[in-house]
């Protein structure tokens, strides 16, 4: 019961898929039919919806955060930087594995190291067009703008794969945030929402929409009542 409360902290929607009339369904339907009433209770907010088509493929899908960092880790450990004649790309892989040791939160001090100033403010070349003839954010930010090229750099290099390597890898890491379902039972269509709420609650960070005061005021019992 405590992952269905907390279904939509980690998720967004979830996307049911089901055919009413083949057997193949039958235990997306079911499921769904039967715990629909209690996940809307617990999770007002959270868009659940059931998609039918003849003969469809019974499916579950959600929304997953995916990040550079996430395609990057599932390329090296399956091996997908390769050169055309079929050969691990060594220079992909090492700018893939650069990347990944970036320090965030040096990156993060470095840019602010100009007092008052953000070198990546929206519109900064129209608002402030000799920003970068400025000596003193120059020599300020010399380190930022250090990593930013190098960072720049390690993208172009692994993103530089052939047949479309990189974006390949994208569409299928995407895909783990599917789960086929055929002649699923409902034990194993639960079992397979609980895998996205695991994988929503490592992946997803959404802020709880809290109101900003009491809607309501619901009384206790009346035997507390004076």
Avoid at 108 to 117: A, L, M
Avoid at 196 to 206: M, P
Wanted: include cysteine; charge should be negative.
């Amino acid at each position: 019961m405590s992952w269905k409360a907390n279904l939509s902290r980690h998720l967004k929607i979830l996307r049911f898929f089901g055919c009413p009339e083949s057997p193949s369904s039958r235990g997306v339907m079911t499921w769904y039919t039967e715990q629909l009433p209690v996940l809307e209770y617990l999770n007002p907010n959270m868009e659940l919806f059931m998609r039918t088509t003849y003969n469809g493929m019974p499916a579950v899908t959600t929304e997953l955060d995916w990040t550079t960092q996430h395609v990057l880790k599932y390329m090296l450990q399956t091996g997908r930087f390769r050169d055309p004649n079929g050969t691990i790309s060594e220079a992909r892989e090492e700018a893939a594995k650069a990347y990944l040791a970036i320090d965030w939160n040096e990156v993060v001090i470095q840019r602010f190291k100009s007092p008052g100033f953000d070198p990546e403010k929206p519109y900064l070349d129209v608002d402030y067009p000799e920003w970068k003839d400025d000596p003193k954010i120059q020599k300020d930010l010399a380190t930022y703008f250090a990593m930013k090229n190098s960072m720049e750099e390690q993208v172009s290099v692994f993103e530089s794969g052939p047949n479309g390597e990189w974006h390949r890898a994208e569409r299928a890491i995407t895909m783990c945030q599917r789960v086929d379902l055929w002649c699923a039972g409902p034990k194993e269509v639960e079992r397979a929402v609980v895998h996205l709420y695991k994988l929503g609650r490592s992946l997803n960070s959404l802020d709880a929409d809290l109101p900003p005061f009491i809607l309501d005021f619901h009384p206790g019992q009346d035997d507390m009542l004076p």
